[in-house]
């Protein structure tokens, strides 16, 4: 991650959303044992409804060489491998979550910075990039080198935090949701093609829910006096309230890679 330019409390809050609480989510998930770990690492990116909605988009298959831009703890990635037997490859800027995603699920894990993809152009069959975009402010270029490493008419799952409109309640700090119109702006200057959109609604099973919520309360029991652990919680509250307020929304969009200068349809407006 570049801190260029971001303040202190920022990028301090940052790490202890992304950093701090994925090392006591590893540490947790050993102490209850190897079933909370996929629903504990997906905690705050995806739920099964979503996941399985994007892997279906993106046609996963087994062998596909599945790139994971901001992968956290590796949550997600692990369930693509294990439901669908793709190869992922994860992309992930924070040291502590690289060694989260090593700890639980033993995956390959590349520590980077999504505008710098160390990969070879068109190496990646599909790229998933959940719940990470809207944390970075040069979201065009972390596009533009998804796009790069993606081979021609590739895949890109993405789940997007998106504005609906004009934010009146602070945003989570590092936090900048583009609108959906801006989103496919982006897209469609980087390269991409909507193919398929729509809002994320679905709730996690009680007993998905119910392991990420027993890694949770370990965390919290163990950390609750730590600042980074406020200062996360305190990212969360931000959400919350987002949510409630209806400023924010979830979109899952599957998007197709096209060769340099392939004309793109027009853009798919939000249905």
Known sequence: MDWTGVSVVTASAMVAEFDDVAGWTADAVEQLGERHAIPAA?????????LAWLAEACDLSPGVRLLDVGAGAGGPAAWAAERFGVRPILLEPMPTACRAATRLFGLPVIAGDGRRIPLRT???????????LCTVQDK???????????RPGASLGLLVVVA????LLPAPDGNHFPTQRELLALLAGAGFEVVEQTEQTSQAPLSWSRRAEQVAAVVATRHRADPAYALA???GERFTRLFAADQITVRLVHAVSRPAGHPLNPRMEER
């Open 42 to 50: 997906c905690r705050g990116s995806a739920s099964p409804a979503a």
């Open 122 to 132: 068109g190496s990646a069959d599909a790229a998933w990039c959940l719940g990470m």
């Open 140 to 150: 065009a270029t972390v596009l533009s080198e998804i796009h790069r490493v993606l």
């Open 164 to 167: 609906r409109g004009p934010q």
């Open 233 to 235: 919680a305190h990212q």
